[in-house]
């Protein structure tokens, strides 16, 4: 197992793109993952909900995932998927800096705001998944698959933490303005690594 980790860490670091995407996945996965844990929190501490609220989020996050999904399926996203990845991740830290600023009268703002980042989600993710397996050579694909999510994995808990310490004093909202904010340097971050923003432009 230790002889695989470290030649897929060789090959992840061969592809410098995909290395360097890595650590802006981590880096979103740190700034994100605890504002997905705090959805219900959101619904029914900040906007004053109960339970029926929270579901309604958590229904349209899921019901825009899904949209999301059939839409790149039939559409099959741009030539450059870097064009599509970026855009998505962009609108997604748009969507929850606008949802971090709502009033506690907003709720069905942010339920609207909810279906639209799950909306947003697919063009990220399943073209991401999609790139990997473009670019990396078959015999390696499994074990840079299984190491590129590990570390974004391993980032999660670094922002989950910092949530359950300082949740209590700075409220939900706080999170989504902040994870907004990162996400949206993540974005600018993809821009700014020719790597990562060239990765898959056309020749020619």
């Known amino acids: 197992v230790w002889r695989d980790t470290k030649e897929g860490f060789r090959i992840l670091r061969s592809h410098r793109w995909l290395w360097e995407l890595c650590l802006i996945c981590a880096l979103f996965s740190v700034a994100f993952m605890p504002v997905a844990a705090l959805f219900p929190l959101m619904s029914m501490g900040y906007f004053g909900g109960d339970a029926s609220s929270a579901a309604v989020v958590e229904t349209l996050f899921s019901a825009g995932m899904l949209a999301g999904s059939v ?5 099959g996203g741009t030539k450059d998927k870097m064009v599509a990845m970026i855009a998505s991740i962009m609108c997604l830290g748009s969507l929850l800096v606008i949802s971090g600023l709502l009033p506690p009268s907003g709720f069905w703002v942010f339920a609207g705001l909810s279906g639209l980042m799950g909306l947003s989600a697919p ?3 399943s073209l991401f998944m999609a790139l990997i397996q473009e670019k990396v050579e078959p015999e390696y694909l499994g074990r840079v698959l299984g190491l590129s999510g590990s570390i974004m994995s391993l980032a999660s808990p670094v922002g989950l933490t910092a949530t359950a310490l300082l949740g209590d004093y700075t409220g939900p909202s706080f999170w989504f303005l ?10 600018f ?16």
């Open 123 to 125: 063009f990220f993710n």
């Open 71 to 75: 839409i790149l399926g039939i559409w």
């Open 189 to 204: 971050l993809a821009i700014a690594m020719p790597a990562v923003r060239n990765c898959d432009r056309p020749l020619g």
């Open 178 to 187: 902040v994870a907004g904010v990162v996400t949206i340097g993540c974005g």
